[in-house]
């Protein structure tokens, strides 16, 4: 294990910290990579009932890392969807409960790992955007799975058509997060979450996870090819130059 990822156990559950402050904990190749092994190691693990997902540093991930994301053709942009694939289906599917401790900002691919997870506990200074029009991109990991169904289409679509930043208070509000608790908390009580598992058989646990999967998979075939071909239109340069930058971005619809 890296120190992109930090892991730790505590009793039957797994603890992995997110561990890039310089970098707002942003999703590399190399920190999703990471991320997929640890999740497959403590499946594995028979000791371990559940897991929990943080971030250091007071934010929980500030979306992908765009100076990493360099996707010059197509195939290049489909081997990097068949990678989001994987770490999806493994966060969605795995037969241990996931609970998301968030402090600060979980931003586009951010929202999208903390809205893989089965229970989300945010602090009460946490926010949450999906951001992903803002570099030319469609919201992948599959956000358009996660999101309706926690929160209704029609507020999805405020948030991936708007832009909408949402407050941890009416995240709660609106069902997005499951509980709310004070500042700097949101680890400890993720952390009593977690282990509550332990009074629950862990079949059945299993078996509600893959049938609440259910539709998965199509979606993540088709956000891959038209997210493949995003990677490679003049709006997503401009997108990102524009982040990069910290100007307004001008898009033109190519």
Avoid: Y
């Avoid at 919201?139 to 169904?149: E, K, N, Q, T």
């Avoid at 609440?212 to 956000?223: F, I, S, T, V, Y």
């Amino acid at each position: 294990m890296s120190e992109l990822l930090l892991q730790e156990t505590h009793g039957s559950v797994r603890l992995l910290c997110f561990n890039n402050p310089a970098r707002r904990n942003a999703l590399s190749p190399a920190l999703r990579m990471e991320l997929l092994g640890a999740l497959e190691e403590a499946e594995r693990d028979a000791a371990v009932r559940s897991v929990v997902l943080t971030g250091s540093a007071e934010v929980f991930c500030a979306g992908g890392d765009l100076g990493d994301m360099r996707v010059e053709t197509l195939g290049a942009g489909r081997a990097r969807m068949q990678a989001n694939a994987r770490l999806v289906r493994q966060m969605v599917r795995m037969g241990k409960p996931l609970v998301a401790a968030i402090e600060g900002w979980a931003v586009g691919a951010g929202l999208s790992i903390a809205l893989a997870c089965d229970s989300l506990v945010c602090g009460a200074t946490a926010r949450f955007a999906a951001g992903f029009g803002k570099v030319g991109l469609l919201a992948d990991l599959g956000l358009l799975h996660s999101l309706p169904a926690r929160i209704g289409h029609g507020r999805a679509r405020q948030l991936l058509m708007f832009g909408d930043v949402l407050e941890a208070q009416e995240a709660q509000r609106i069902g997005l997060v499951d509980q709310l608790c004070a500042p700097g908390a949101a680890l400890e009580t993720a952390l009593r979450r977690a282990a509550l598992v332990e009074q629950q058989a862990p079949l059945p646990l299993a078996m509600t996870k893959a049938l609440l999967a259910e539709g998965l998979d199509l979606l993540l075939e088709r956000e891959g090819e038209l997210q493949s071909q995003l990677f490679l239109s003049a709006d997503h340069a401009e997108g990102k130059a524009a982040f990069l930058a910290k100007r307004t971005p001008h898009f033109e619809g190519h």
